[in-house]
């Protein structure tokens, strides 16, 4: 928009220019280099004390290991008979997860690391002498029978150790399990 006309040195009315924001973002730029000048020291223990709380948790924090390892589970059971038992895709690795985060398979995993010659130093444990805590998280695509297992803990060789007795525990529940149910299935 144009201001009000003003002659020229012509005679001419030509609108006038109204002033740009230049002047208003100069002056609080003035503002607030005024405000630093003054208080400059705010910034900076800011920055300090921000810094130092940020070091502090990285170099304090306990660090974790992360172990990784994929599993394929066919969902599809064949009857003599010609029939097909098929699994919910859909609710696959949600039951994955459940699984593997059961305290049945925590301590068949436990179990099968004691009883392991070579596997059981490895088994760490807390102040309390009890087996270190091993969170642990399946992910997977949905219409995918492949999924993601990740262990993670406190020590780097116990977490390798743990994941892979767990996938072993798990192999292992699941085929006793298949057996019970086609074995059920083929008495009906």
């Not at 223990?45 to 306990?62: H, I, M, N, P, R």
């Amino acid at each position: 928009m144009s201001g009000p006309l003003i002659p020229s040195p012509d005679n001419e009315y030509l609108p006038q220019q109204e002033e740009q924001p230049a002047a208003a973002s100069f002056f609080q730029l003035q503002r607030y280099l005024v405000f630093l000048r003054r208080w400059w020291w705010i910034p900076l223990v800011t920055l300090l004390v921000g810094s130092a709380a940020g070091g502090a948790f990285v170099f304090l924090k306990e660090p974790t290991f992360v172990s990784k390892g994929r599993m394929w589970e066919t969902m599809k059971l064949r009857i003599p008979d010609g029939g097909i038992f098929s699994d919910d895709v859909q609710n696959s690795i949600g039951t994955q997860t459940d699984v593997f985060q059961s305290s049945a398979l925590r301590e068949q995993a436990l179990a099968r690391m004691k009883a392991s010659t070579n596997s059981a130093p490895l088994i760490a444990v807390d102040k309390d002498r009890q087996p270190l805590p091993v969170r642990i998280r399946v992910a997977g695509s949905a219409k995918s029978s492949v999924f993601l297992i990740e262990a993670s803990s406190a020590s780097p060789r116990y977490t390798q150790a743990y994941l892979n007795a767990l996938m072993d525990a798990y192999l292992e529940n699941r085929k006793n399990n298949r057996k019970e149910i086609s074995g059920g299935t083929l008495a009906s």
